[in-house]
């Protein structure tokens, strides 16, 4: 069974930042898509970011102005730089994969997800 694990989630002041981790097959992070996706209670899962194969990246609105996806080919890891937080970034953060080209960003396209790790932003 393949399995995705997320780290690094945290509580923090706004304005702050925390790096996301997700740790995943190698032929994952070569071939898949993958993704970050985040739910707040009470709110549907929604997509934030996500890379290709050959490493081009989407982002949601303008998340990509404070949030960077990118792979650490050292630590074999998808990550998430989250930068200036904001209390509206409080979530439990999802990584995600399916092994086509990245065309989707709604969660029912992804067929592989982890547990989450969960961020919280405070005034």
């Known amino acids: 069974q393949v399995q995705l694990m997320e780290s690094g989630g945290g509580s923090v002041r706004a304005g702050g930042s925390l790096r996301l981790s997700c740790a995943a097959p190698g032929n994952f992070l070569s071939g898949y898509c993958m993704a970050w996706f985040r739910q707040a209670p009470g709110k549907e899962r929604e997509w934030v970011a996500k890379?290709?194969?050959?490493?081009?990246?989407h982002y949601a609105g303008s998340l990509g102005t404070r949030f960077t996806i990118f792979k650490d080919d050292d630590k074999r890891t998808l990550e998430l730089q989250l930068n200036d937080l904001k209390q509206e970034d409080t979530a439990m953060y999802y990584c995600a994969a399916y092994p086509r080209a990245c065309l989707a960003s709604d969660p029912s396209s992804y067929r592989y997800w982890g547990r989450g790790t969960q961020v919280t932003v405070s005034s």
């Open positions: 890379i290709d194969s050959g490493r081009g990246t």
